[in-house]
């Protein structure tokens, strides 16, 4: 049977099996190419041996312009050497060809699994990119304390109100210590009482980031319960800076507001 009688019927049993399956052939690694330029496609099903290059190759290939599209190598060459390469370029799975009926059974949940991986993977990623755009236009970030491991997470907000980088690493007591002096122990309190006794809070507090500048900030926490027992607690904190020096000078402000009206 010549290949593109194999790649029509592996196309026919493919669509047999699932029917949102849609399978688009190409007979070289240059169309695959081409179809990946001018289409949406969720998943490349590879074989080993083609023209003027292999399937680890193009793999190579794709992987420049698509670090993280599914990819199966689909191969009579079910070789450890193969397999090694493979994976060393990134491959998403490796499935070795067999005449069972049942092995296209096989190749279909392979597809629909690395595919569902694959766009849960491209929905975080967009809920983190909305989550950071919207902390940075409202100067907010989110926090978390786990109590038992001791382990302190930030959004890129929270440490962008720190004025650290987002790989930075903090443990509870380093967080407060950027609080001003004179509010350290209220944060403090306000954080055990969280702990020991569920209770939430919410304070307007000063806060020193890492430059020495001096925010204002309304920071609120939560406790986490799991089987009765407090795992963790949670929080928000916003930069009110800006807010509180308008409630200080309301009269310039209003004479500026004036001013516009008047022109």
Known sequence: MATDERTELIKHRLEHEAAHITVQTAATPNEGVSILASDTVDCIISDYDMPTQNGVEFLQNVREEHPHLPFILYTSKGTEEIASEAISAGVTD???KQAAPSHHTLLANRIQNAVSQYRAQKEVERNED???STEQLANTGGWNFDIETGETRWTDGTYAIYGLEPDAELTKQEAIEFYHPEDRSEIKRLVERC????????????????DDQLHWVLTNGEAIEKNGEIIAIRGAIRDITDLKESQKHPTTAQNRSGQRGGT
């Open 94 to 96: 490796y499935l070795q």
């Open 130 to 132: 909305l989550l950071a």
């Open 195 to 210: 702990i020991k006794t569920r209770e939430s809070y919410e304070a307007t507090l000063r806060l020193i980031d890492a």
